[in-house]
């Protein structure tokens, strides 16, 4: 208990202190009542997100959330009209009766408008700016994920990723993405509330998620709330849409690259005065473009390209007649590489789960809850440089496996809300690696992991106030982790509006990788290793104790959102990470650890090092009916301390800018243009130095005379850590879609693309033995069709 007391600290004490005084402040009653309920699309029954539902004639109202649901916890007692506004819908208006003290229940069906809305109209995500901190968070629609071109002309959430604000790729090939100074497994990625761990295909255009059923994905690059825990730089969070509770509906889409098919439709259907609905989803998407590619794309490689990949998804949603639901999903997600001259990679993912929203009857609160497990496991054979075989002397393998058992509760009064919960997850990973002087790292461990949060958003006049508090449990390292959160918005006028956001983070699940790897496609994950040293050095030379096992970041952010004129928005950001304590894969390893004579840097198997992550953030966007622009430069820096030096890691880069335009031509809007322009300034490498030959003590033994003995094979001498600086990067990405609309509802897309349209030719890596220059993708031409019927 004095453990947990002294890591709480006085402050700590205060900020929870400080929480329960405003609850009880908070519900003191009020002479009003509760109006709340899910707002539908009358075709699908799909819920109808981000959407005003107000009080007429008052300022009085709520958006929906990402499931539809509003609560309105302040409605005038009485006979009121409430009004429901989205751009995509017709306005409604239904007038209810609201009692003191009481909880109104209406759900809403909305039919989709042709023609925009006037002027007057005030969208739901402007309302939400006012009233919600977002800070480092950009919420992403299936309708913003096609804005950006893909290759093969098929939306990917991959593509759309990488023009996120602070986010770094290593490029067409690798799958990686970099989050302001964050490795990609510190990212937290979530799907339907269940934990994905490779969430990026081996070629970079692709994700693991068919952007057809994708109905929201919240992304946060830095200072999220409480309700996250267990990353300590990004989380994804993605939710999926129900399947169509009206009719059986699907699409199909093919192209050069691969295939996809999604289908969708009632198992029971909605009847006209309302009941239950029972609906499904199921989507498959494939690659085959080691196939294809040899007709298509000869000239980039006649061998073909190596990438294989196959994604499956499948979704079952229970609808009851007040809104309350479930649902049940599984997935399996795999990929293959097969690089010639490097390696051979394959990963599976598979997993399955069910979660529920539950609307009590005479409670204002919000119940949701969760339960799902899954498995991943990648394995890599590398091959030898000098005879293109597979060397079975190296090699690396992981898998981890995971439950997650979790409770969320919101609770609105007026515009404040107040968000809780419980969770509870498991985690078992199997690790085994040979490092580039023949030891073997290995490591099995079972980890188990409670935490419990709570997050108040407070609305004050001007003032958005959302502090927070999550403890973190590692059971399995004994180790308690307190995490306070705070975000702050002061709307200084319409247009301005200040943010800042801070917070502590930790994490037990750790990613080894080889900072030699030429090509670095392999994540091999574990928990918070054994094998580490008792003491580091730090920066300014003096020797600190290690007291726990855990990965841990500080974010501090600062920002401001500025609209700068009718459908232009501004928004900057400067942020701050303190990486105060990081595990990493100890590529000095020399000797095995009950050698007693030589320094723990030297035979450790992993080793702590520290870093700080700093920089801007700007994006400025428009949007209309017609055109939508995101623009967005990033200026950065990343750096890490060993315990030896300070060193640059492979993502560090300086400079980056994204810019993404659309825009729909003609009356009908059937001809719709998209672009996008990448420059990315030199990632940082290791060069070589020299090489030196490798004598054969085999044949002559302790008397071979090195100076005169010759070998075919030489040995690398590498310069110092990433010292080196690749040429900058840049690309230009083009699509052309027309639409083709048909009789019940069907149409027909036709996409004509292409990626690096002017054929830059940007470094992939160096290959050390040849000294020779490998470049990412070429220009790639694509022309892709899907029926959507």
Known sequence: MNKIVNQFGNKHLVLVLVFLLFSLVHNIAQETGTVRGFVYDKASGEPVMFTNVKVQGTGIGSPTDVNGFYQISNAPVGSIVIEITNIQYITKEIPIKVNKGGITSENIYLEENDKMLGEVEISAESQEDKKQVKMSMIKATKKEIQAVPSIGGEADIATYFQTVPGVVSTGDQGGQMYVRGGSPVQNKVLLDGMVVYNPFHSIGFFSVFDTEII??????????????????????????????????????????????????????????????????????????????????????????????????????SINGENGSKANFFGYNFSDNVK????????????????????????????????????????????????????????????????????????????????????EISGFKTDFNFKNSVGRVIEQVDNTTQLSGYVDYKIVRNRFVINPGFRLQYYASLGDVSPEPRLGLKINANEKLRIKFATGLYSQNLISATSDRDVVNLFYGFLSGPDNLQDEVIQEDGTEKTV?????????????????????????????????????????????????????????????????????VDVVLKYTDDKFYLWAVYSLGKVTRW????????????????????????????????NARWNFGSGLPFTQVQGYTQMVDFNQGGIG???????????????????????????????????????????????????????????????????NKKVYQLPILPSLGFSWRF
């Not at 496996?401 to 107040?418: A, Q, R, S, V």
């Not at 928005?569 to 390893?589: A, C, D, P």
């Not at 699509?735 to 349209?757: C, H, P, Q, W, Y």
């Open 547 to 615: 007291t726990h096992k855990l990965q841990k970041a500080t974010h501090a952010i600062a920002g401001a959102e500025y609209d700068l004129a009718k459908h232009w928005s501004l928004n900057v950001e400067g942020y701050y990470k303190w990486f105060t304590q990081l595990s990493n894969l100890n590529r000095n390893k020399i000797y095995e650890d009950d050698v007693n004579d030589f320094p723990d840097v030297l035979k450790k198997d992993f080793i702590i090092e520290t870093g700080d992550a700093y920089g």
């Open 642 to 673: 060993d315990g030896t030096k300070t060193y640059s890691p492979v993502f560090d880069r300086r400079h980056n800018v994204n810019l993404v335009g659309t825009y729909l031509i003609g009356k009908e809007q059937n001809w719709e243009v």
């Open 339 to 422: 690089w010639k001259e490097l390696l051979d990679l394959r990963w599976d993912s598979y997993g399955a789960g069910a979660n529920f929203v539950m609307v009590p009857a005479a409670s204002p609160v919000l119940v949701e809850g969760r339960f799902n497990i899954s498995d991943y496991k990648i394995a890599l054979a590398e091959r030898d440089p000098y005879t293109n075989l597979v060397d079975t002397s190296k090699g690396r393998k992981s898998s981890v496996n995971n439950f997650t058992l979790g409770f969320d509760f919101k609770y609105f009064k007026k515009d404040d809300e107040i968000k809780y919960g419980i």
């Open 215 to 316: 109905r929201n994905a919240d992304i946060y690059t830095g200072g999220f709330g409480a309700q996250y825990g267990g990353r300590i730089s990004s989380v994804m969070d993605i939710t999926t849409k129900d399947g169509n509770k009206q009719k059986f509906t699907g699409r199909v889409a093919v192209n050069p690259f691969g295939s996809k098919l999604t289908l969708e439709g009632p198992i029971k259907k909605r009847k006209e005065d309302g009941g239950s609905t029972i609906s499904y989803v199921l989507s498959g998407k494939t690659s085959y473009l080691e196939q294809t590619s040899k007709l298509f794309y000869s000239y980039v490689d006649t061998a073909g390209l190596p990438f294989n990949y196959t994604d499956l998804y499948g979704k079952i």
């Open 704 to 770: 071979t005379d090195y100076t005169t003995a010759n070998s075919d094979n030489v040995d690398i001498v590498y310069g110092e850590l990433n010292k080196g600086r690749l040429s900058a990067y840049h690309r230009l990405d083009l699509a052309v879609k027309r639409r083709f609309e048909l009789k019940n509802d069907g149409l027909i897309e036709v996409t004509m693309s292409v990626t690096n349209t002017y054929s830059r030719k940007n470094i992939f890596y160096v290959e050390p033995i040849a």
